[in-house]
């Protein structure tokens, strides 16, 4: 097993943990999370998505972990940056295969397979994470809100759409601000 390769995923994962999202620092928030954050919590929320509907826990769990890994080597872009860009899907594509052509050929190709699965979003798996990642960015920018961040520079972070029956109830309860959290 090559374990420099291993050592080198990792140190890819461990750059996510500096990156700052960049949506919320030009919403000004005060301390950012950054993308190793978002992608912890978007993927317990696919676990537990997963689990409540009946789904390939494993996959989406894949999925959500390994959804922003590029980043540590392209950065976090905004939809509008990525508008501005059109070579960013390529880019992507060429960290993702760098970040992950050190590891063993058959976990190199399982995870390729994976994101790959996911890009397409087809599956109900990468339907689900890509609900995920929409609902946990909704959940943080009521978190800067509550935390006393301008809510006017986080409205655009409100208007997300998802899909699937729990995916909607929850994106409703996270906008009009009833979760079990709120009784605190």
């Known amino acids: 097993m090559n374990n420099d390769g291993i050592l080198s995923f990792l140190g890819d994962a461990g750059a996510l943990k500096r990156i700052r999202r960049t949506g919320w620092v030009e919403s000004g928030v005060r301390e950012p999370e950054s ?14 998505l997963a689990d409540a509907e009946g789904l390939d826990t494993l996959k989406a769990v894949r999925m959500a972990l390994l959804h922003d890994l590029a980043e540590s080597r392209v950065g976090d872009l905004t939809p509008a940056q990525k508008e501005e860009n059109p070579d960013w899907v390529g880019e992507e594509a060429e960290a993702i295969t760098q970040i992950l052509c050190g590891l063993p050929a058959e976990i190199c190709l399982a995870y390729k397979a994976i994101l790959d699965e996911l890009s397409l979003g087809e599956s109900p798996e990468a339907q689900l994470v890509h609900s995920a990642d929409k609902l946990e960015m909704l959940l943080q920018a009521r978190e800067y809100t ?9 409205m655009r972070f409100r208007h997300v759409s998802v899909e699937g029956a729990l995916e909607k109830e929850l994106e409703r309860r996270i906008k009009e601000k009833k979760t079990a959290g709120d009784a605190r």
């Not at 993308?35 to 537990?48: E, G, K, Q």
């Not at 509550?146 to 986080?154: M, Q, R, S, T, V």
């Open 35 to 48: 993308v190793a954050d978002h992608s912890f919590r978007t993927a317990l929320l696919a676990m537990t």
């Open 146 to 154: 509550e935390a006393g961040n301008d809510p006017a520079k986080l």
